[in-house]
């Protein structure tokens, strides 16, 4: 792929002062990407800017809180004069800090507060972006939008209800907004995000965990950052121009099998074959 396909675009990254959303806003900066570092803790983005200027790339950090319309409307206008025009928007933000985790629980359980703070910064929040962003992408001609979204939009489990409804929420926002512009030059899609060691997972996530989610995937390893990061920036791209309404999942195979299969591997394993 071309080092700089990516070269007079203007992207937006939210939640990217830290995590997967920062590696989404290096990887965009690397392929020649002008990119809005939004953030609600300045600092992160503050950081994650300098470190795409100190590269050689173009950035600006913006501190946003996306459940607020208005700072949605400012923070679009502060791109547009800082930078012109906006080609893509990568909609990744999503509360899943420690304490929202911990009332985020089974549907009888879950803090109200919890679901309200989910349904606010993740789905409402990438919905005001659009709402912001796309009359101004219109005006050049189109662009690119992509919802990071999560197997816990598609599957049931025990917790993250909220989150859970949230990312079921994107899937459908992707394809309303690809169905309602991409006559117009829009092309949205949702990008299905597995489990990623990221900083936090390197440290934080108990071994034994880690090889659970692993018996679960197809792939040989987790998966990194820079994986996500990639696909997001190849659908930013003109390479994924004929790629709009699409749910793509980038999780190693997770959400792909049959939820026998691991047991079933394991069983035949201990009658002296690995195949079924």
């Not at 512009?181 to 995000?193: H, P, Q, T, V």
């Not at 930013?236 to 980038?250: K, M, N, R």
Request: hydrophobic share 45%.
């Amino acid at each position: 792929m071309s080092e700089r396909k990516l070269d007079g675009k203007v992207a937006i990254v939210t939640g990217a002062g830290a995590g997967l959303g920062a590696e989404c806003a290096r990887s965009l900066a690397r392929h020649g990407a002008r990119v809005a570092v939004v953030d609600i803790n300045l600092e992160g983005a503050q950081s994650v800017a300098a470190e795409i200027k100190a590269g050689g790339g173009k950035a600006l950090a913006i501190q946003t809180d996306l459940t607020s319309e208005e700072g949605v409307a400012a923070m679009v206008s502060a791109v547009l004069d800082h930078f012109g025009r906006i080609d893509v928007l990568h909609n990744n933000a999503a509360a899943l800090d420690p304490a929202q985790r911990a009332g985020d629980r089974d549907v009888c359980n879950v803090d109200l507060s919890a679901w309200d703070r989910a349904m606010n910064v993740n789905a409402r929040g990438a919905m005001l972006c659009c709402k912001h962003a796309i009359p101004h992408m219109l005006k050049v001609g189109g662009g690119s939008i992509i919802f990071a979204t999560s197997g816990f939009g598609l599957l049931g489990d025990a917790t993250l209800t909220a989150y859970a409804a949230s990312k079921a929420a994107l899937m459908a926002l992707a394809r309303s907004v690809a169905a309602q512009y991409g006559k117009e030059g829009i092309r949205s899609n949702a990008i299905m995000i597995g489990f990623v060691l990221n900083e936090h997972a390197q440290k934080g996530v108990p071994q034994e965990i880690k090889q659970i989610l692993l018996d679960q995937h197809l792939t040989p390893q987790l998966g990194s950052p820079k994986q996500i990061a990639d696909v997001v920036s190849f659908l930013a791209s003109d390479e994924s121009s004929f790629i709009t309404g699409a749910l793509i999942p980038v999780d190693g195979g997770f959400t792909s099998h049959a939820p026998s299969m691991v047991p079933m591997r394991e069983f035949f394993a201990r009658m002296g074959s690995n195949k079924l």
